[in-house]
């Protein structure tokens, strides 16, 4: 009677020659060899110290994101979210990949796209940058538009199942294919640089929102690593992230913001309160203005949202100052301004869009020159 169990249960084996060839596993391993190279060879970016005349015990640290191969922040979160969908099954060897983003995001994906020979199109809305645009299609990509930034999501997905495809839904997934405990992310980096310096630890990190992957990382970083720096999130006009931090609504809705990147018309799965210390709103002209005036004082241009987190840091640096206090504080540069030639450093969109960055400029010119931070007076209240 046990012989003829054992036999039995023999039979429900087949031997390994008669199962099925392993060739989309030897895709597998091919495509994350490949990714793993790439972050070998773009793991770590420079981490700039301007020096700025009025800012006094105060020491400024701009992590340069912009120098990755395809210029941006986003470059770290395309290369984890496609090590997440691969590594989840989701992403074989010929699967569509279909994602809704601004710009920065899809031009990133579109690389990696290209690298693994994989079909990528990009929901977008109409008012993305040309730069962007030409990025995205000069790596193979496709891109689709939507009239509105609140439609990218069930067009992205309503693509994605009519082509068979793989949404790749950054904004759900930044949070949760970031290893934000170390592994070379962007705060473990941050942290290593930082040793050494005379104020090694930062009294704050500033970071804008757009996933909000990379505040939720830097957030959950200081807390794993049992430090006192704080995290300070920026947020900009018409964004649903700052009203839901304040009020923890997390339904909140606006209409979508200009800042291209950042700000979001929903508070997206990827955003995590819980880690951030303080919030800012940032006016559109101030997060402009800023873009400008440290534009001019690195001697090359950079993008929109790293001035809101620039305009952020000096609000933070401001209120160091009139408490007396003596620390650093890091923020990032997100991408190269050449992406907004048509818009932010465009002197007639500005006017068509009746954005004054004037004031700003003024303000915060004489605040890094002689450390007087006074707002505009019709400035809206921080």
């Not at 770290?76 to 997440?84: H, T």
């Not at 997206?268 to 559109?284: N, W």
Request: include cysteine; glycine fraction near 8%; hydrophobic fraction near 40%.
């Amino acid at each position: 009677m046990q012989e003829s169990r054992s036999t039995d249960q023999a039979t429900t084996c087949p031997p390994l020659a008669l199962l099925p060839d392993c060739a989309e596993r030897a895709w597998s391993r091919s495509a994350i060899a490949l990714l793993q190279g790439d972050g070998r060879r773009s793991a770590d970016t420079h981490l700039l110290k301007p020096l700025f005349p009025g800012l006094k015990g105060i020491s400024i640290y701009l992590k340069d994101e912009s120098t990755h191969p395809t210029g941006s922040l986003k470059h770290r979160l395309a290369r984890s979210l496609f090590l997440y969908g691969i590594c989840n099954g989701k992403i074989r060897q010929t699967t569509t990949l279909v994602e809704a983003s601004s710009g920065s995001t899809a031009v990133s994906e579109a690389y990696f796209a290209k690298l693994l020979g994989l079909r990528f199109i990009a929901v977008m809305p109409h008012s993305t940058s040309r730069q962007k645009i030409e990025a995205i299609q000069s790596f193979g990509g496709m891109c689709h538009f939507v009239e509105r930034a609140g439609d990218v999501y069930d067009e992205a997905i309503r693509i994605a199942e009519q082509t068979g495809g793989y949404y790749l839904d950054q904004f759900t997934n930044a949070e949760r294919a970031t290893d934000w405990r170390g592994n070379n992310n962007v705060a473990d980096s941050i942290f290593r640089q930082m040793e050494g310096e005379e104020f090694p630890v930062p009294e704050w990190l500033v970071m804008s929102a757009g996933t909000g992957g990379t505040s939720a990382t830097l957030g959950r970083f200081i807390r794993y690593k049992n430090l006192e720096t704080r995290l300070c999130v920026v947020d900009v006009e018409n964004s649903a992230f700052y009203d839901a931090w304040r009020t923890g609504d997390m339904q909140i809705t606006a209409c979508g913001s200009r800042i291209e990147g950042i700000g979001r018309p929903r508070v997206e799965p990827s955003f995590v309160p819980g880690v951030i210390d303080h919030m800012i709103r940032v006016p559109d002209a101030a997060s402009i203005a800023a873009a400008h005036v440290l534009s001019e004082r690195l001697f090359r241009q950079i993008g929109g949202s790293t001035g809101t987190n620039f305009f952020g840091l000096c609000w933070i640096a401001a209120t160091m100052m009139r408490l007396g206090r003596s620390g650093s504080i890091v923020t990032l540069i997100c991408d190269s301004g050449q992406r907004y030639a048509d818009t932010f450093y465009n002197a007639d969109w500005l006017k068509e869009n009746r954005i004054d960055i004037a004031p700003y400029r003024r303000m915060l010119d004489r605040f890094l020159d002689h450390g007087d931070f006074a707002l505009p007076s019709d400035c809206p209240g921080l």
